[in-house]
């Protein structure tokens, strides 16, 4: 684990202006630098480089970081590699905290097995590539299909020639494990254990290959083509430690440029597809890799754009691929977000149609894409007659369930309102049956609150009179919390004059008397759950105290002694991580700005905000018990998260933090009352970035548009904010 001081010491000797120059040419521009931004394609420079800062920031895409970020993102690593590569420059060694042995051990061992196979995988894509260039068939099939050397470069297109042990001329050893653990080579399940590598075969053979690339370009499997006549017409690897085809994209790390120029990803169904839309120029299009679109896909999709656009063929096993994509995106499907289904003719998939018909053809066909209303409501209305009474009953019948997974919102509300019409049916009796169906599918409740403060067993109708004013902190959340702020366990044993119990004590509070009741406090043994709350006069102490709390109200000043500061109070963005951990479907329906904006957060909890991230994306929201469990327990033990290792102790502590929290009110319903928490978040750092643009003197028409932008957007967010408040008396 690289310990956080050494990334702050290291982040202070790097000059952001010398690491980004290595990898864009910078030009001199008043205090700041400029060039073009090696995130999007420009022809005017908008990438500026701030010396005093020590950051970036692109006013045509938006990229925004410091040091480590910028070879994070310019180059596909993970946070430990751009620290390693980052120190190498500036000639520092890097340090690794002591800690359990045993887990630094594992957690070594799962990142060397998954790079292991990766560099497998990845020499294997090397050797197919090389293969390509010396195979005559080959290279006409992919000329046929109108792709360029260009294209195939891009995407880093093979062949396996036909036979049983071509990989043996790439791998000496032919009979290494991994080749089979990466699924590469082919064991016979009734091979016994210790038989010779005769057996041992090519799982790819006499194939166009496509690598498949994880989001930080990694190879972490292939999928084949066959190229004439053969079944399966396409293979593609096995499950394995790096590769997961219900969660992966094919082409997704090669369209990240794409997708923000275009605004909208297109999800299509083959290979193929993607590299042939590339090469007309929709470089922007993803694949499943031969299964349905899943929930993990789109939730994947949303993290980059927030338009996702669905092709498929016209035929019917594309129309049924299209309704289990809207079952798997309804519950993604915000009012900010917009999803539509592209139907091409029936004889066409998006391959033949735009070398048939063209770019301009194919993109009139994705303006004219079905919305994800209209699709609802028509995969709802499949074989039901309209006409008739019976099938406008079974169109609502069908319709509920799915319109129930979508986020409570306008979308809802709005295609609840086009199923009346449609069915001819009474609104305010749809509503209800919704909320039927809605409660149904929540186990006859609402899912995912978080379970109340227990109290104390013996506490009976009467608990919430009992408990008073009684201490919002018990000793334990007081010591997490003062972990969290870089301390060890507060030390509570009162001054001269304050009670010797070592119970807190502070003005204007009733006290904790800790089985005490000569005075007014909570009677009964601490942590045991049996008492009451005794009423009485407030005393200063058992030995010598002199202060009380006087019957009209107030403190006794000539007995008011010196005290130890309350622990703080949540902040604004430890609130919106509390939230998020007991409510933690949320983050899928927030703006993906704010996710952005909360997860460039400084250390702890922008780590903790791009771990989130990172778990939702895997599986989905998560009850906040496992959420904390994970985050204390097995953050360095999961191969996913290796990249955090360095900020284990601080995602610890602020663990120990949220957990430490007491009751802070009920958890927010919607998604908007997150939102208005964070808002006034945002709008400090379009301030930021206005204030940056304003002294480093570009005056080129990028920037002007982005200042006039950055102004409006300000007034605008200033005045949502100031409606959002609550107006005193």
Known sequence: MIPPSFIQDLLARSDIVDVVGRHVTLKKAGINHKGLCPFHGEKSPSFIVSPSRQTYHCFGCGAHGNAIGFLMEHLGVGFIDAVRDLAQIQGMPVPEEKGDPAEREKAKQIREKQQTLTDVLGKACTHWRGQLKQNRRAIDYLKGRGLTGEIAARFGLGYAP???????????????????????????????????????????????????????????????????????????????????????????????????????????????????????????????????????????????????????????????????????????????????????????????????????????????????????????????????????????????????????????????????????????????????????????????????????????????????????????????????????DIDWQPPSGEAGDGSPHHPGQNRWSGGRSERGGWSGPRGEGQGSWKKGPWAGGDRGGKGRWRQGGGWDREARQEMRPLPQAARPLERAAWMLLHRSELWEQLPPELCDLLCDQPLPLGAWFRWLDRQIIDEGPLPAADLLTRLTEGVRESPDEAELASVDEPLQKLAQRLQGFHDMGELPAKASDLVALIRPMQLQALNDELDLLLQSGELSETAEQRKLELFRLTRDLKLEISRSRPISA
């Open 162 to 488: 036909d036979g049983w042990k071509g990989l043996a001329s790439a791998f000496p050893k032919y009979d290494d494990p991994l080749l089979v653990e990466s699924g590469l080579v082919i064991v016979p399940d009734d091979q016994p254990a210790d038989a010779t590598e005769a057996r041992r075969y090519d799982r790819f053979r006499d194939r166009i290959m496509f690598p498949i690339r994880n989001v930080q370009g990694e190879v972490i499997g292939f999928g084949g083509r066959v190229l004439d006549k053969g079944e399966p017409k396409y293979l593609n690897s096995p499950e394995t430690p790096v590769f997961h085809k219900g969660k992966e994209l094919y082409g997704l790390y090669e369209a990240r440029s794409a997708l923000r120029n275009k605004g909208y990803v297109l999800v299509t169904e083959g290979y193929m597809d993607v590299v042939a839309l590339a090469q007309w120029g929709f470089a922007n299009a993803v694949a499943t890799l031969g299964t349905a679109c899943t929930a993990d896909h789109v939730a994947k999709l949303f993290r980059f754009t927030e338009q996702v656009v669905f092709g498929f063929d016209g035929d019917a096993a594309g129309r049924r691929a299209a309704g289990r994509a809207l079952e798997a995106a309804l519950p993604h499907a915000t009012d900010t977000r917009r999803i539509s289904f592209l139907f091409l003719p029936p004889e066409h998939d998006p391959d033949s149609f735009i070398r048939e018909h063209g770019p301009e053809a194919f993109e009139a066909q994705v303006k004219q894409a079905v919305p994800l209303s209209r699709q609802l409501l028509s995969h709802a209305a499949h074989d039901s007659d309209l006409d008739s009474a019976e099938g406008r009953v079974k169109l609502v019948a069908q319709a509920l369930p799915l319109i129930a997974l979508l986020p409570e919102g306008g979308l809802q509300g709005q295609i609840l309102q086009d199923l009346a019409q449609q069915a001819r049916a009474d609104l305010d009796d749809l509503r209800k049956r919704l909320a039927q169906v809605v409660q149904a599918a929540h186990g006859g409740g609402r899912g995912g609150d978080a379970p109340r403060r227990a109290r104390p067993s013996g506490a009976g109708a009467g608990a919430d009179a009992a408990y008073g004013e009684a201490p919002p902190f018990d000793d334990a959340e007081i010591n997490a919390m003062a972990s969290f702020h870089g301390g060890g």
